[in-house]
C-alpha cells in the first residue's frame, strides 16, 4: 500500500489566484513607495527647500542588482524543472518501447503476457490531469499504475524461465528494470519544485525594491512615470512565468503528453500484431 503521507511541492493557490496577485502586487507597490515618499518629500519641505542629494541611490542600485540575480537564477531554476520533467517523459517512453520489443526475443506464451503486462502498464504513464495539485491526486494515481507496475517484474521472472539463453534474460530483464528506473526517475523530477516559501521571498523582495524605487523617485521631486510601471510589469511577467514553469499541468505552459501518447499507440499496435501472429 502506497504510503499517503508522501511530500508534496504542492500550491497553495490556483494559477489564477498567483497570476492576480502578482500582477497586483508589484505595480501597487511602486505607487504605494510613491505616495509615502511625496509625503515626506512634503513634510520635510523639500518642495520649498530642495535637498543638495537625496541619499538612498546606492542602496536603490544595490537592491536592483540583487533583485535581477534572485530573479535570474528563479527563473533558471524553473526552467530547469520544466525541461527535466519533459526529458523524463521522453526517457520513460523510449524505455517502455524498448522493453516491449526486447520480449521479442523471447519464446512462449508468456512472452506475449509480458508485453500484455508492459503496455497495461504504458496506459497508466499517459496524464492529462494534474496529478500533482494535492496529494490525494498524487496518491490515487500512484496507486493504479503501481498496481499495474508490481506485475512487471513476476511477468518477467516468467516469462525468462526455462531454456532462454542467458544473454537474452538479461537484455529483457534489463529493458524491464529501465521502465521501473525511468518511472523513478519521473516522479522524482515531478516532485522537484522551487519551494514556494522561496518563491513568497522573492516576491516580497521584488515589491520592497519597487517599494524602494518609487519612494526614492517621490523624494527626488519627480513623478512616478510609465516607466517604472513598465518595469513593475515586465517584472511580473517574469515571475508569471516561473510560476507557469513550476505547474506543469495547470498553467499555459503545460508538458506535452504526446510523445507518451504515440508510444502507447505503437505499443498497442504491435501487441494487436503478436495477438494476431502478423509478426
Known sequence: MLETGIVLSTQYFSFVAVIFLILLSLPLSAFLGWVTGHRIYQKLG???????????????????????????????????????????????????????????????????????????????????????????VLNEYLQSTIEIQSKLWPATMNAIKGNTEPPIKTYVASGVT?????????????????????????????????????????????????RAFVFALALAAIMVAIEDFERSREGLIQLDTTIMKIAIEDINAMLVLRRTGGI
Open 46 to 136: 523639500y518642495d520649498e527647500h530642495p535637498p543638495k542629494s537625496i541619499p538612498g541611490a546606492a542602496t536603490m542600485s544595490a537592491m536592483l542588482a540583487l533583485l535581477g540575480l534572485l530573479t535570474a537564477f528563479t527563473f533558471g531554476f524553473a526552467l530547469n524543472h520544466a525541461q527535466a520533467r519533459k526529458a523524463a517523459q521522453v526517457d520513460e517512453a523510449a524505455a517502455l518501447t524498448t522493453a516491449f520489443l526486447r520480449a521479442d526475443l523471447l519464446e512462449g506464451a508468456e512472452k506475449l503476457n509480458l508485453q500484455e503486462v508492459i503496455s497495461e502498464y504504458a496506459i497508466t504513464r499517459a496524464t492529462d490531469e494534474n496529478i500533482m495539485a494535492s496529494k490525494e
Open 178 to 226: 529501465d521502465v521501473l528506473d525511468t518511472h523513478t526517475y519521473r516522479l522524482a523530477v515531478g516532485l522537484d519544485a522551487i519551494p514556494p516559501a522561496a518563491k513568497l521571498m522573492v516576491l516580497l523582495y521584488a515589491a520592497a525594491t519597487l517599494f524602494f524605487v518609487g519612494n526614492h523617485a517621490a523624494l527626488c521631486g519627480r513623478k512616478l512615470t510609465w
